[in-house]
């Protein structure tokens, strides 16, 4: 099998890289941009579509991922890339990590996604994300994936971004406020990435969300986060903000997925 990583270097597309890596009779290329973490990786820009057209006719994969997450560009990725890549994707197995697309409780795959205005943070993310969702479902082999916000460490020893936030105030010992009742869906990236690879061989096509069973807090979430590293969270203080809650349903991925997707532990004394 022929797998096309779209974004190999990023926090996880070097983490799905890593896992097919040692995986027999799987030939796989990725791609950078600007940070090359293996020597087999080749730079190629997503919105330079004539390269991209030529990459995957040479290549000729049978499925690409693409871990493509870019805030300032993504709608331009939807609306210049999107369109062109639709006319010689064919049967290729086209796996694409979206976003969380509303805000709602418990939201199924089947939520009406809400478009950002200019005033929302990271509009141009989260609407390029729903505008590619809707060209990339009139493709023949598709699934795309809505993740929880993905945390925890790749096999390149990176953390994600939010952790490293945390560690800089952790070892600054400055005041960390986090809101006590924005809630939302997390996942580990390493079961983020099990899950996806799972899904090159599946025959789903459709929209699928992928998140820990349980929903937690901002202020939970990196509480959390310092249990699991050993670190002082003396710095973080709860806060109430203006109330925001956008977690998934995970009942369809528990029907059709076998990957294991954990919880992470809260303690008591700040749970929910």
């Given amino acids: 099998m022929k797998i096309l990583i779209i974004g190999a270097s990023g926090f996880l597309g070097s983490t799905i890289y890593h896992k097919l890596k040692s995986v027999e009779n799987i030939e796989l290329l990725g791609t950078y941009i600007t940070h090359r973490n293996q020597n087999e990786f080749i730079q190629l820009d997503v919105l330079d579509t004539k390269q991209l057209q030529i990459v995957v006719k040479e290549f000729n994969p049978d499925a690409i991922i693409w871990t493509v997450m870019n805030h300032e560009l993504e709608e331009i990725i939807a609306d210049e890339v999107m369109p062109v890549l639709s006319e010689f ?147 973080i203080v709860g806060k109430e903000e203006e109330e925001n809650i956008y977690y998934l349903n995970n009942d369809l991925r528990k029907k059709i997925l076998k990957t294991t997707i954990g919880t992470i532990k809260t303690s008591a004394s700040y749970a929910d």
């Fill in 89 to 235: 994707i064919g049967s290729i197995r086209f796996i694409f990590l979206s976003t969380s697309v509303a805000y709602e409780k418990n939201m199924t795959e089947e939520v009406e996604p809400f478009i950002r205005t200019e005033d929302w943070y990271n509009h141009h993310y989260f609407n390029g994300k729903i505008k590619s969702e809707s060209i990339i479902r009139m493709f023949n082999n598709f699934c795309i994936i809505r993740p929880g916000s993905i945390y925890g460490i790749n096999p390149d020893g990176k953390l994600d971004s939010r952790s490293r936030t945390l560690k800089d105030y952790v070892e600054s010992d400055k005041e960390y406020i986090r809101a006590t009742n924005i809630i939302f869906s997390i996942v580990e990236v390493n079961e983020l990435a099990e899950a996806v690879i799972e899904l090159l061989s599946s025959e789903y096509i459709g929209i699928i969300n992928i998140s820990e069973e349980e929903p937690v807090s901002h202020y939970n979430f990196n509480k959390a986060l310092c249990q699991l590293y050993g670190w002082d969270d003396s710095c």
